[in-house]
Structures are given as structure tokens and as C-alpha cells.
């Protein structure tokens, strides 16, 4: 199990995956068809259930239309 920080990061990539799909009209299975994954897999993602690998996270915020940097930006205060 990562620790603590690790999981906390991974929502908040999952909680900002949903926020920019959400803006963008979309459903979890049109994103899933676009970025060619899974249903199941984009809705582990984006509740910060499952770990994705870096080409996953591109192939998504291509299919949602963000860039990446919007999705894994670190808003945690630095210290």
C-alpha cells in the first residue's frame, strides 16, 4: 500500500480528471472510449482507486482536452 501522500496525490489527479470532464460535457465511458481504456479502469483512476501509468494520463487529458500539467499539477504547500 503507497503511503499516505502517494494516495492523497492520486485523488486529487482523479478529483481533477472529473472536474475537467464534467466541464467539458463528457461521460466516464466517453472519456474511457476516447483514451481507449477501460470503463472500469478510468472510474478506479479518477476515484484515486488505481494508479495509472503516465501514457494513460496522457491518452486521458487528450480525451477530455486538457493538458496533462492540468491533471497532475502539485497543489500541496511545499516544506
Request: hydrophobic residues 45%; charged residues 30%.
Amino acid at each position: 500500500m503507497p503511503p499516505e501522500r502517494v494516495l492523497a496525490r492520486r485523488r486529487a489527479i482523479g478529483d481533477r480528471a472529473r472536474i475537467a470532464r464534467l466541464h467539458a460535457g463528457l461521460t466516464q465511458e466517453a472519456v474511457a472510449l476516447r483514451a481507449g481504456i477501460r470503463i472500469a479502469t478510468y472510474s478506479e483512476i479518477e476515484q484515486g482507486h488505481r494508479a495509472a501509468l503516465i501514457d494513460t494520463l496522457i491518452r486521458i487529458a487528450d480525451a477530455i482536452g486538457v493538458s496533462l500539467a492540468d491533471l497532475v499539477r502539485d497543489d500541496a504547500p511545499e516544506g
